[in-house]
């Protein structure tokens, strides 16, 4: 943990401070939301489609957390443009440490990988592969 980390710290504390895409896509393909319970974070993740129906175009993001869900899910909006449902799909927990650039601890990995399950749950949904009302952190279990 050295000039590196602190270098992830600061950049997880200026997504918080300062999220990229945070608000709502008025023509989003489809929008989804999600909660950790344990932590009291809420997401929404809004994705809007190319007209491939294929390649994510535009992503944003609302709701309330902490620190780590909030700056997660403002980076996740940075990186999915671009890609394709299938390789959001394919996004692991490994992803999104690596992304954050930061050890984060067991009790915080819920926090951290909420935007992402949302964002898949969502995908899922539009896909009609499954119907959930709400993604619940302690779901994934």
């Known amino acids: 943990m050295g000039i590196g980390s ?3 710290r600061q950049q997880i504390l200026d997504h918080y401070k300062n999220p990229r895409n945070h608000g709502r ?3 989003a393909t489809f929008s989804h939301t999600g909660e950790n319970p344990s932590c009291g974070d809420t997401i929404t993740m809004d994705v809007q489609l190319a007209d491939d129906g294929e390649t994510i175009e535009r992503v944003a993001f609302s709701g309330d957390g902490c620190a780590i869900s909030q700056a997660s ?3 996740l909006t940075q990186r999915l443009p671009g890609t ?3 390789e959001l799909e394919a996004m692991d927990t ?3 440490t690596e992304m954050l650039g930061v050890d984060i ?3 915080r990995i ?3 990988v909420l935007a992402r399950q949302v964002a898949q749950d969502g995908a899922k949904i539009f896909e009609g592969e499954i119907d959930i009302e709400k993604t619940k952190t ?3 279990a």
């Open 6 to 8: 602190d270098m992830y």
């Open 105 to 107: 601890s067991p009790m």
């Open 94 to 96: 490994d992803d999104i």
């Open 84 to 86: 394709t449902l299938s």
């Open 25 to 27: 896509l008025s023509e």
């Open 138 to 140: 302690e779901d994934d």
């Open 110 to 112: 819920k926090c951290a």
């Open 73 to 75: 899910a403002s980076m």
